[in-house]
Each structure stands twice: as C-alpha cells, then as structure tokens.
C-alpha cells in the first residue's frame, strides 16, 4: 500500500511543510479542537517522528489567540500535550459560558460607504481602552471625546456621531484608511455612495468574474453602475496562513479579467453582501458602454429575444447529418483498457459525462466496436473537459481540407463599417449532428465505460473543416457578414443596413436550428474586438494587451537576446 501511496501521491516538500507548521496559528472563529486536528494534519507531511506530540503541544502554547490561556501553559513546567489541549478547551468552554450572546451583525447589501481619511498616528493616553459609545473610537478619556460637542448627522442631537447613532435607519459601512484623530469627523470624511436600482421581481444579476491577483483568488463582482467605489468583502480578505485580516480598510490590489490586469482601489467592507465593481473599476475595465441615441437599434438584445426566442435555448441541432470519411487501407485500433484518471477527477468525470449523455452529446456504447480511443480529462476550473484521444484514427480519415479566409482580407472586407454586432455559437462543434458511422469512429474508453459522440468532437482532424463548411455555407451570399470558426460578424455602413443584415442572420440562424451563446453576443455598437483587433469607425487597431508583450521586453543587452 505504501508503494501505492509513494507513486500516486506527489512527494512532499519537509522543508515547505514544516514551515506552514511552525506558521500556524488559531484563526479568528476556530475552536481549540478544530486548531488541534488542523495541527495534526499538517504534521502527518513534516516527519517529525517521536518529536511530533512536543511539537504539536508548543505549536499550541505559541499559535493560541487568547493570551490568557497562554500564560497559563507557559507556568507548567510538565506541560503534555494532553494537558496541553485539556486546559485549552477548559479554557474555551469556560469562556462561552460565560460570554453573553453577541447581537448579529446586520447584512449591508446597498447603502453608502463612509471612508474616513485621518491625519496622523493616535496617540495612546492612560484611560479608556473601549470603543466610546459616542465617538466609537478608543485612547481617550471621557471628557475628551471628540463628539460631545459634534452634531449627529442622523437625528440631529448633540454629543454623538452618526456612526453610533442608535437612531439612525442608514446603514453605514466603516472602511477607514488610517486611524481617525481628535478632530471633527465632519472636516476629515468621504462620504460615497453604493445605491443599485433594479426591476423588482428580476433575477437577473449584472456580474462579472474576476481574479484578484494579489489574493490569488477567483471572485464575482456584482457590476454597480450607482457605487461610486470598488468594495471587496472582508471575508474575502485572507492574511498568512489564510488567517483573516483584523483590519478594515482600503488595499490597492491587481485584478484580471480575462487577459487584462489593472490596479483598483478597493474598500474593504465587514458583512458586505456582494463584491463591488463601482465607477472606477467600471471605467477602467470598460465593464459598461455608454450607448448614444445612434445606436439605439431596434435590435436589441431585448427585441431579439422577443423575435427569435428559440436561438437562445439549449444545445443546437443542426438539421443536416455529417458523415467523416475513412482512407480506402484503413488500420483498425480499438484500446480496450481505460488510461487511469486522477482520483479527485473521477467525480468530475462521472458528473461531465452524465451532462454530455443528458444533452444528447454522447450516449453509451454496449455493444463491440471496431474502433475505440482512449480519453483525454482536461481540468476546467469545477469541472473537466471530456475528449477522446484520436490520434490514431486521424491516421485513417480523409481529411475535406476548406479553406478559410486571411485574417487581413476579412478585416479589408470592413474598411467603411461604422456599427457592429458579434454572433457566438453556443458550443459549436456540438451543434453538428453525426451519422450512425460516423458516430462509431468516436467511441472512447474510460473508467466508467464507453461512449461515442453524436456530435461533432474535438480532436478529429476533419472537424474544424466540416465545421467551417457548414458555417459559411449558411452565410457564403450575405454581403456584410464575416464567418471566423463560431464567430460570426455581422457590420454595416448605417444603422438600417446594419439591422437589415443582422435580422436576415439570425432569420437563417433559426432555420438552421442554431443557438447563440447569449452572454457572448454583442449588439448594435461602434466598436468591436474581433480576430485579435478592435475595430471600429475610426479603422483597425491592435489589442493593447496583445502588444504589451513586446513594449514591455527588455532591451537587447548580447546576441543571444537580440535574437529571441
């Protein structure tokens, strides 16, 4: 079993391990049990040997987050590790009893945010050491409160902020960038505002997926055109060792969308309930385009989905069956034993395939077959991506070589376009229907049985070929519509001839019994990215993040870097 384990299992780094061991301390929330399995986890990949209970034990006495508790393991000088974890949870149980029950923290989902821009460091005088119930700070005595003379902001009394007002019927989230001075809060804040307007009833939500580089974390940002700042949960804020921030305030962190990496400002919010994206991030990303009364055609996305509701719904079915075509001295293959998947890819798999049976993409296959490949399982963020292994049945096909046009003949074909709407097939390759042959061509193997497509595949060498095909022939007499793969752009001179041609597409769009990828389509505007470009009245322009590449290499310093 060990031999196993040695060849599955990746081989540790002692060194990394014990590092996040001798790093780990209780985080904000976790009980003493808790903190004590975590601990005997991680040392499971340090070994440690017969070292491993005393380490563990001052792991314990240095990573507790109560001082108190601390102090107490330090004074015997027998500690155990036992002991150790007795006293800690006695400790703990002892706490609970006794604390009163904390008010829940009230959801802020739309309100304002009020971020505060003191001056200096505080100082920290003898007295008060609580948050004041008037000013909600700490360090100052009672007499000295910077409130008692300020004007509440909410009620209108005297002798309190409107942050502690207990009257008030706003919700104001705290984000402070420094710590706040004995001066008025009046002169030293911002306030800015979060509102969000929506249809009631829709659950339709403005979203957007985003990476937040410098967490290393993939996170949705709900797309707030009324906030005038970019807000990021506290929660979604981890420190070392995955330990929660104690601090609330503002971080400059990078952010990508797709290929485009920026920096925003972010205000971090406790209890907020979405990721913000406000005005700036808006701005910066260009997350919303500001529609003039030119291009509001009546082919919006709205009257589209009134006019042609069907091409928005489920998988495709193209009407028409394709047949892949096999060489006259063809050499059967049939593997008749699965590759091995991963483990934690085998739910995955199970999940993937019982969906693509489910669409009607692929169906079981029972009875013997001449031909069978083995599979391809591509790791897809939550999911996988199912292919078959086909290199050795593209040795046997004949392949109907199309050609497709130049990019730079497809962007001359746009020189006096001014409006533009972009097309995407939903799941392209799978919108084409096989033939009974065909279909045995693509049988695979895998751990959970054999399957054969009913739609086109990937990695037959033939099918970006029939796809093409199939393409431009719905298209190939439309003058203004250019056909790359799944994208289909539809351009015009005016708004009239623009619609026309873009009603007429999607016209034969459903006689095919195609369906588009709705939130990939784009309707109606001045400026589109196609092919690698951003094309738009104005001519044709490079991406910017494809040329970043080379404005940002460094300078040739010897032969061997002049010439890469």
């Known amino acids: 079993m060990q031999a196993f384990t040695d060849y599955f299992e990746p081989k540790k780094n002692v060194v990394f391990e014990r590092s996040r061991f001798n790093s780990r301390s209780q985080l904000a929330g976790e009980t003493v049990d808790q903190y004590v399995t975590a601990l005997h986890v991680m040392t499971e990949k ?49 706490r609970r009893q006794v604390k009163s029950l904390p008010v829940a923290p009230e959801v802020i989902d739309i309100d304002r945010v009020k971020v505060v821009t003191g001056g200096g460091q505080p100082s920290a005088p003898k007295g008060r050491n609580t948050d004041c119930s008037r000013c909600d700070l700490k360090f100052h005595r009672n007499n000295k409160c910077p409130a008692l003379t300020s004007k509440c902001r909410s009620c ?59 967490f290393q974390q993939s996170r949705k940002f709900h797309i707030n055109t009324g906030a005038d700042i970019t807000c990021v949960k506290y929660c979604d804020v981890p420190g070392p060792d995955r330990k929660y921030l104690d601090v609330v305030g503002v971080l400059l962190v990078t952010i990508r969308i797709n290929s485009l990496a920026k920096q925003v400002r972010c205000c971090i919010i406790k209890n907020l309930r979405k990721n913000l994206f406000g005005k700036d991030a808006i701005k910066i990303f260009n997350l919303v385009r500001i529609m003039g009364p030119l291009q509001a055609s009546e082919n919006s996305s709205v009257h589209i989905e009134q006019e042609f509701p069907e091409i928005f719904k489920g998988l495709g079915n193209f ?15 049939s593997h008749s034993v699965p590759r091995s998947v991963p483990i934690p890819l085998l739910p995955k798999l199970k999940n993937e395939l019982a969906k693509m049976e489910k669409d009607d993409v692929i169906e079981r296959v029972k009875e013997p077959t001449k031909w069978c490949s083995p599979i391809v399982c591509i790791p897809k963020g939550e999911t996988v991506r ?19 046009l130049n990019v730079d003949i497809s962007l001359a074909r746009m020189r006096r376009a001014k409006f533009f709407s972009k097309l995407d097939a939903k799941s392209g390759f799978y919108q084409i229907k096989l033939d009974r042959q065909s279909q045995e061509l693509t049988t695979f193997i895998t751990p959970l049985g054999r399957y054969a497509f009913k739609r086109l595949p990937f990695g037959i060498n033939s099918a970006p070929d029939l796809f093409a095909e199939v393409f431009l022939r719905i298209f190939d007499d439309m003058a203004n519509v250019i056909v790359h793969m799944d994208d289909i752009l539809i351009y015009g001179e005016s708004m009239e001839q623009h619609d026309a041609t873009l009603r007429e597409a999607l016209k034969r769009i459903s006689k095919e019994g195609i369906t588009l990828n709705q939130s990939k389509c784009i309707i109606g505007v001045q400026e589109v990215q196609f092919l690698g470009h951003l094309v738009s009245a104005q ?26």
């Open 319 to 333: 009407k028409q069956e394709f047949k892949i075509h096999l060489k006259r001295d063809t050499i059967l293959f």
């Open 539 to 564: 001519g044709i322009k490079f991406l910017p993040e494809r040329v970043s590449a080379i404005q940002n290499s460094p300078e040739p310093i010897n032969k061997t870097s002049l010439t890469r």
């Open 386 to 404: 199912v292919c078959g292994d086909y290199t050795q049945v593209n040795k046997n096909l004949l392949r109907p070589v199309f050609p497709i």
């Open 46 to 94: 340090c070994n440690y040997g017969q070292l491993r209970d005393e380490l563990i034990r001052d792991r314990i006495v240095m990573g507790l987050t109560d001082t108190r508790t601390k102090e107490r393991l330090q004074l015997k000088s027998d500690l155990t590790l036992d002991s150790a974890v007795t006293i800690a949870r006695q400790t703990e149980d002892q």
């Open 156 to 214: 209108g009394k005297i002798g309190h902020w409107d942050k502690v007002c207990r009257s008030k019927s706003v919700n104001l989230a705290q984000a402070a960038t420094s710590e706040v001075t004995e001066e008025e809060e009046e002169e030293t804040s911002n306030v800015y505002f979060l509102g969000n307007v929506s249809q009631s009833g829709s659950n339709n939500d403005f979203d957007a997926d985003a990476f937040i580089v410098d």
